[in-house]
């Protein structure tokens, strides 16, 4: 446990700091998230432990797009010396990604579940209209695009914030284009967007079970899109794509009815990707 760590390569969310709790790994493949405040880590927790043996749950979506759930550890925290923490243990997904590309996409237009406090639903609210998840259903909340020889672009947060439904193109053509030049190439976009195994496949596969599953409504969850940048480069293809949702705080459970909030952000960020691939086809 002496190698914990924060993660390198984290695009979004709460980063771990001297004096902030925040998610580690380890280097053996496993990811150390501390359980929030404000009864969500035991929400998020409670999730994780219902989803990872729930039987109508089939078994290729568990473990296709979830992370792998190992239970919960107490951890030493440098924020409050002499005390621990406890932390949900998952999967590391960015494991054996040698350069990873990673973009981290919140799905729905609602963003709160429902009976939240009235202070927490004004401030989603706020930010959801204030970005693009009220047109759109999704919004990109962070993007990190690696080179096979080093090189990295990534966009600050400021800029982030600021996205229009132009500017979600941008970042999502951003995500499969040379970090040099002008970064706007889409050079990869056939071999991570597209094919067989590629990021619109698997969402459509996603996209397939929440038309018909009535489990769970995933408020303010997120798709995880990475890829390895070696791979791609070395092999024109491939690249080691992977689809993952992760962040489930707000998960609620569905009383029978489809999660259409969820749905319609997937389906919707599915038309913005099948858009770049038919855009660069038409180009080779």
């Known amino acids: 446990m002496s190698d914990l760590r924060p993660p390198e390569h984290q695009v979004a ?19 150390y998230k501390p359980l929030q405040a404000l009864d969500r880590g035991e929400q998020e927790l409670a999730f994780y432990t219902a989803f990872s043996v729930h ?10 797009f979830f992370p792998r759930f190992h239970g919960t550890r107490l951890l030493p925290t440098a924020a409050t010396p002499g005390e621990s923490h406890p932390h949900i243990v998952l999967d590391d997904l960015l494991e054996g990604l040698a350069s990873p590309s ?29 970005t693009t998840s009220a047109l759109l259903g999704f919004r990109v909340s962070g993007v990190r695009v690696s080179d096979a020889g080093g090189a990295v672009w990534r966009p ?11 500017g979600v193109r941008r970042m999502l053509r951003r995500y499969v284009s040379s970090v040099g030049g002008d970064g706007m190439d889409c050079a990869r976009a056939a071999a991570v967007y597209g094919g067989e195994g590629g990021v619109l496949a698997q969402l459509r596969e996603l996209k397939a079970w929440f038309e018909v ?24 293809g491939g ?12 998960v609620v459970e569905s009383e029978g009815v489809i999660d259409h909030n969820f749905l319609g952000g997937l389906c919707s960020l599915i038309k913005f990707i099948a858009d770049i691939v038919a855009e660069t086809s038409d180009k080779a």
């Open 13 to 31: 969310g709460h980063r771990a700091a001297p004096n902030k709790l925040g998610p580690l790994v380890d280097g053996t493949g496993l990811f």
């Open 55 to 64: 039987p109508a749950v089939p078994p290729r979506i568990r473990d296709r």
């Open 102 to 130: 990673v973009t981290d996409i919140k799905i729905g237009a609602c963003t709160w579940p429902p009976r939240a406090p009235e202070p927490y639903v004004a401030k989603c609210l706020a930010k959801d209209r204030a």
């Open 156 to 166: 600050d947060r400021s800029e982030l914030k600021g996205t229009d439904i132009p």
């Open 213 to 236: 599953q009535t489990l769970f409504h995933f408020y303010s969850a997120s798709v995880l899109l990475s890829y390895d940048a070696n791979a791609v480069t070395a092999a024109g």
């Open 239 to 250: 690249g080691g794509v992977r689809v993952k949702l992760l962040d489930f705080a707000h």
